[in-house]
């Protein structure tokens, strides 16, 4: 079998390809004769040094969601031994963290099916120990699962060990040819869902984990919510449609988005449709903001900020802008309007969380609350005080 390197295709349909969670692969996935079957693919996430920290936010959010992947384990030998929801969340989610892979693969009765790479550094390339790690997977027979910039199927080592074993390499951000991409046409202008995208003042800063409380809390409500993913965590969880887009040219970062939110729209016909939003349309490091405000044209944002972050992730020169700075130029910048803030509570105590969440709210003429740390109830609140409009049905699954 060789490796594969199809890619996503959001043009009316759901994303397939080397994007596409396991269930929608075009390839089937070949498992070793030692390997229990499962209703869901198991994989062990790799992040090593990394995990509860910024850079490891790929297998932070793994752990607290994950439709694609049946998780077993975390390899992080700074945790050893320890369980990941308590390290994490200050809650036991029964997914123990191990210092090595072979500790973690000696924990199953069974070689799990994928490892995944749980980490986005900044260089987004593998370093020389995380290659050995990856390489040992592809040994054991497990497939890989990549989130980095660095294509695992284009290095010729790893793909052709991984031809060897008969297993696939899954390159999140790896993106369909140029030629196969498509413009933006303005038709997300004829999606009849509410459309809300998630933004923040930073990047790695809990877009996507607040994204998809909120999801969860709509559709309990009987208020069908699709969430499109933008980045390879939300990719790697199982979003059914999305694109990584900072894997797109800037000419066709809006175009692919639009696509996969028309997909949504008509195969789904959902009553809201989250948009996942990466980096800061402030931040100058990204431009991923500006092309989810224009492929999007969302009716409303969600604001994510981190009140004590001095300065933004891997820029410490560059100060956190506030949440009135954000909201202004995100307001100016689009036909739109931030309908409440969010929080991340890193470095706070509860009580000063709930103090942010008093002195903001006055403050911004805005609902604030925290996706984590109070209850979703808060965070649906804000959506329907916007849109009373909104009509609470019977609870769905969701989307």
């Known amino acids: 079998m060789e490796t594969e390197l199809k890619t996503v295709d959001t043009l009316r349909r759901p994303v397939r390809g080397a994007q596409a969670p396991p269930s929608l692969q075009n390839e089937p996935t070949h498992a070793t004769s030692n390997r229990q079957v499962a209703s869901s693919s198991s994989a062990i996430v790799y992040c090593e040094g990394n995990f509860a920290k910024i850079d490891g936010k790929t297998a932070n959010g793994l752990v607290r969601h994950s439709e694609a992947y049946r998780i077993l384990s975390v390899i992080d030998s700074t945790y050893g031994g320890r369980d ?161 887009m900072d894997a797109v040219p800037p000419q066709f970062g809006c175009g692919e988005l639009e696509g996969a939110i028309v997909a949504a729209s008509e195969a789904e016909h959902p009553d809201v449709i989250l948009i996942e939003g990466q980096g800061a349309l402030s931040h100058p490091a990204f431009c ?54 969010t929080l991340n509570h890193e470095r706070m105590t509860d009580a000063e969380i709930t103090g942010t969440i008093k002195a903001q709210s006055h403050k911004l003429g805005l609902p604030v609350t925290d996706a984590l740390s109070r209850p979703a109830a808060h965070l649906l609140d804000m959506v329907v005080a916007a849109f009373p409009g909104l009509k609470q049905g019977s609870p769905m699954a969701a989307i």
């Open 288 to 341: 991923t903001s500006a092309f989810i405000l224009r492929g999007s044209q969302p009716d409303a944002v969600i604001l994510q900020h981190a009140p004590k972050r001095p300065h933004r992730c891997d820029f410490p020169s560059m100060p956190m802008p506030t949440p009135e700075s954000e909201i202004v130029l995100i307001e100016v910048f689009a036909d739109t309007k931030v309908i409440g803030v």
């Open 84 to 244: 990941s929801g308590l390290v994490l969340d200050d809650v036991t989610n029964d997914i123990p963290i191990f210092g090595g892979l072979e500790a973690a693969v000696a924990h199953e009765s069974f070689i799990p099916d994928a490892l995944i790479y749980g980490m986005a550094p900044s260089t987004g390339r593998l370093s020389p120990a995380d290659r050995n790690v990856v390489l040992e997977a592809v040994g054991l027979g497990m497939n890989i699962v990549s989130g980095l910039h660095e294509y695992l199927s284009d290095d010729s080592e790893i793909a052709n060990a991984a031809s060897e074993r008969n297993v696939t390499i899954r390159d999140i951000r790896k993106p369909k040819l140029s030629k196969d991409m498509r413009l933006f046409d303005g038709s997300v202008r004829g999606v009849k869902a509410l459309r809300i995208a998630i933004l923040g003042t930073d990047c790695a800063i809990g877009k996507r984990t607040t994204a998809t409380v909120l999801a969860r809390a709509l559709n309990a409500k009987g208020i069908k919510t699709v969430l499109v993913g933008t980045g390879q965590t939300g990719l790697m969880q199982g979003a059914k449609y999305g694109v990584a």
